[in-house]
């Protein structure tokens, strides 16, 4: 049997312009400038630039006028002087007032080069190679990746030749000619590995006794090497300590990674471009938006004149419907891009203010462990903003501090008591653990146990796990691996 009841629900729905806003306030300034480079590309409505223009006068056309409006209403309904009333004048301009004149510089130059890839061919042409070989050469290098590496095992490579190529090799062949490969430069490049990597740049060395040594090691007790079980390495080889740091120090000068150290590589490298400044001014913080997230932005006159002529025309057509309708979508689109920078400005500076305030004497002094315990949701208090929104802005934009340039997030951190139930930051934590790690002695590397005692002596009572779970996110291997000779 059928029932028809009546329910409520409360739903919450983010209008278009609130989607827009959001999407604008995660993006870093090089984004946000290829964000608003699309947008005035697409939009005939909205321009740029600093020359005065006449202010656009805007209001609502009925509701009849609509885009979603009937396709039957006649031409005489359309209210064009409603249209272009002069009930309000709003100003569409933004401007920012926290940048000097001379702060315009938009443009940074690269340098041009050929690519890493187009390097070893050039190379590889300077050798007689059949026209097969250069060929299975050519694939070769296309196999390499931007660390100098191929990745790929011969056999895979060899299977791609036939089905792409229609070459049909042997594996040893395609090893010949993977030798020549790795005698181009940079020394290393064309390796299946690390070892074979190293071992290319030292048969290229002079000849010398700690070099034939460093050889030896590698090519027979790699595993030893790398897990640094030096004294496996004396009892081995039966040499002397000095003899075994020779050839360590050999190792050492070696590039791990030779691709990418060339020089003509074609990866740009990202560049980090602040979204805020802060300096010290009279003892003072002052803090200013990165005058590339503040652009000049207005409406069109030209297509204030454009309706201005249909309100003056005198024979109006059914046409001008869809002519109103399409330039009146425009200029909305154009009025809620600009009214979003607006909000994405006072977002950006109201939290970045508020951080700013909460970590005023790490900014001041720039010592880690002057930093606060922090997290998102005492700036999204602070602020009445949501969290996400807080978290839009830390995790993808930088500040160039006197310390140098910072990633936002970077402030933020859980806290800890210390031994006199003081609300302590992780940061500072941490600060202390690389600080103690700096000066060990490197012949006997403190283990995580010690470590934990040591912090605990400091007034920093944390357990042994958590020791290791800080010394991971600092990047510093265990004990055995920091031993040195």
Aim: glycine share 4%.
């Amino acid at each position: 049997m059928l029932k028809q009841s009546l329910q409520y629900k409360l739903l919450q729905k983010l209008s278009p312009q609130q989607i827009q806003l959001m999407k604008l306030i995660q993006l870093p300034t090089q984004a946000f400038e290829q964000r608003l480079k699309q947008e005035l590309e697409e939009n005939p409505a909205l321009e740029s630039g600093k020359e005065k223009l006449e202010e656009f006068e805007n209001s609502q056309l009925e509701d009849e006028y609509d885009t979603t409006g009937n396709e039957n209403i006649e031409a005489e309904d359309i209210n064009i002087d409603e249209y272009l009333s002069d009930d309000e004048i709003p100003n569409y301009k933004t401007q920012a007032n926290n940048y000097a004149a001379d702060d315009e510089d938009k443009h940074i130059p690269y340098a041009s080069g050929i690519s890493f890839t187009q390097s070893l061919k050039d190379q590889i042409n300077t050798y007689r190679l059949t026209e097969e070989e250069e060929i299975i050469t050519d694939f070769l290098i296309g196999s390499i990746d931007d660390s100098g590496y191929i990745r790929r095992d011969l056999v895979d490579i060899l299977d791609d030749l036939a089905f792409t190529q229609n070459i049909f090799t042997t594996e040893e062949e395609l090893e010949r000619l993977l030798k020549i490969v790795q005698q181009l430069d940079p020394a290393g490049v064309g390796a299946r590995n690390l070892k074979e990597c190293l071992l290319i740049q030292l048969k290229r060395k002079k000849e010398k006794p700690s070099r034939t040594l460093a050889i030896n090691i590698l090519e027979n007790s790699f595993d030893y090497f790398v897990k640094k079980h030096y004294k496996k390495l004396l009892q081995k080889f039966h040499i002397s300590e000095n003899e075994l740091k020779k050839a360590i120090k050999e190792i050492e000068k070696l590039n791990p990674k030779p691709g990418g150290s060339y020089v003509g590589n074609n990866k740009i490298a990202e560049q980090i471009v602040p979204d805020f400044t802060i300096r010290i001014v009279d003892g003072e913080l002052e803090l200013s938006l990165n005058s590339r997230n503040a652009p000049e932005l207005h409406i069109s006159n030209e297509y204030n004149n454009l309706l201005q002529g249909y309100k003056d025309a005198k024979d109006k057509s059914k046409s001008q419907k869809e002519a109103v309708q399409f330039i009146k979508q425009k200029l909305d689109s154009a009025k809620w891009f600009i009214d979003a920078i607006k909000q994405r400005q006072q977002t950006l500076f109201l939290n970045m203010d508020a951080i700013v305030k909460h970590q005023k004497e790490y900014f001041l002094t720039g010592d880690e462990r002057k930093l606060k315990p922090m997290i998102l949701k005492d700036i999204a208090d602070a602020i009445n903003m949501d969290v996400s929104t807080v978290s839009r802005v830390a995790n993808s934009k930088y500040v160039s501090t006197p310390y140098g340039t910072k990633l936002i997030k970077e402030f933020f951190s859980e806290s800890m008591k210390n031994d006199q139930g003081e609300d302590i930051s992780t940061k500072e934590i941490k600060s202390i653990l690389k600080t103690v790690l700096k000066e060990e002695n490197k012949k006997k590397p403190l283990t995580d146990e010690k470590l934990a005692d040591i912090l605990k002596e400091k007034g920093y009572p944390i357990a042994r796990r958590t020791v290791a779970k800080y010394r991971e996110q600092l990047n510093i291997p265990v004990a055995r691996l920091r031993k040195e000779m």
